[in-house]
């Protein structure tokens, strides 16, 4: 294992440190729906309330919303980090860091209950995965021509 990690770029590790911060955003959300699920009374199965489960359904399905995006992001967030990350770690770890914080904004303004309050600093999110995928495909070129 240790001759994998001696291939590794030393600035690698910042790779590693924002996927651990995108962790903590991700549990910041997970406690969120939590404490929503039980403010506004919509137990697990439950995926969203409706105007029978709670007159607050929509604050409760914005935050379940919010977080649910996230969730479906996170995957090629991460593919896109780690492999992005092996050429070009600084570059990958500037733009994870700042999809990690336009995701807590994403999350937190969507939380206010109005679904257009994720898109001010939020919707940076995109531009940032859209980053990790130029670097990516700069990365997959350079293999083919060497």
């Known amino acids: 294992m240790a001759g994998i990690v001696d291939l590794l770029p030393k600035e ?3 790779i590693i440190l924002t996927l651990v911060a995108y962790y903590f955003v991700n549990f910041y959300m ?8 039980k403010k506004y009374k919509v137990f697990y199965p439950k995926l969203y309330a409706t105007e029978a489960d709670t007159k607050d359904y929509q604050i409760f399905n914005c935050i379940q919303r919010g977080h649910q995006n996230s969730l479906e992001n996170v995957g090629i967030f991460f593919v896109l980090m780690v492999v992005g990350g092996l050429k070009h770690p600084v570059i990958c770890a500037g733009l994870g860091l700042g999809y990690t914080v336009a995701r807590f904004f994403y999350f937190t303004g969507y939380s206010s209950g109005d679904p257009k309050g994720r898109l001010p600093i939020g919707g940076f999110n995109g531009l ?6 130029i670097v990516n495909i700069w990365f997959g070129v350079s293999l083919l021509k060497a």
Do not use: E
């Not at 997970?30 to 699920?37: P, S």
């Open 12 to 14: 690698y590790g910042y």
């Open 30 to 37: 997970q406690i969120q729906v939590g404490k929503a699920r």
């Open 128 to 133: 940032a995965l859209l980053g990790l995928a």
